[in-house]
């Protein structure tokens, strides 16, 4: 009789456990979790409110073009002749760089820098995406119309010059002089390729522009 009764409590024990293991998951689990709340300090006060976190402000940004951007990119001398053939090279001062007489930053360069006089008279692809997308950055933050038309100027170059039209894709190194491609397309790597879509890739998203796509 003993054994009858034993063998049906226990089969009525796990009958409802597996009735219930769910509720008795969700009371340990919530028991769990306001445990850990109420003992954790670092929980109930998260640390991200504690560092109180400051971040720049639209002035701030402002200024930062006003002050330290436009000196340099509103050279006339970061513009190109035409305007939008931007050079891959300029001095500390903003000045052009002249092979005959080097400014003082490439003339006098350490064994370890030596790898830089490769890109003297060349022009390259990467450079000049990348000054596409500073203006058309500074033309986001103030709205300054001339900020997007240097922009322009700098995409329509690489629509004019820059796109292989034989091979595919576009070229990467240019001759200073004449503009001459100088890169085969063996020489092309992915990274200077999405680089040359940077400018233009930025240049559609502030105009929707679907000429340049």
């Not at 340990?28 to 976190?53: A, D, H, N």
């Not at 003082?104 to 390259?124: C, G, R, S, T």
Request: glycine content about 6%.
């Amino acid at each position: 009789m003993k054994f009858w009764v034993t063998k049906i409590a226990k089969t009525l024990y796990l009958q409802m456990m597996k009735k219930y293991r769910f509720y008795l998951y969700v009371l340990i689990t919530t028991l769990v979790i306001t445990l850990i709340v109420g003992l954790s300090p670092t929980i109930s006060q998260p640390i991200l409110l504690e560092q109180k976190i400051q971040t720049l402000t639209g002035e701030r940004w402002l200024q930062h073009v006003e002050e330290d951007l436009n000196p340099w990119w509103l050279m006339e001398t970061a513009f190109g002749k035409p305007v939008g053939n931007f050079p891959s090279l300029r001095c500390d001062n903003g000045e052009l760089l002249d092979l005959s007489q080097p400014c003082p930053i490439f003339k006098d360069l350490e064994d370890e820098d030596n790898w830089i006089k490769n890109y003297f008279n060349k022009k390259h692809i990467v450079a000049h995406s990348r000054q596409i997308y500073t203006y058309g950055v500074a033309y986001q933050l103030t709205g300054n119309p001339k900020f997007l038309s240097l922009a322009k100027s700098g995409l329509d170059w690489i629509r004019k010059y820059g796109f292989d039209r034989e091979n595919g894709g576009v070229f990467t190194v240019f001759s200073e002089d004449n503009l001459t491609p100088l890169s085969s397309v063996s020489e092309r790597n992915s990274q200077e390729l999405a680089y040359a879509l940077q400018g233009m890739a930025f240049y559609y998203y502030l105009t929707q522009d679907e000429e340049v796509l």
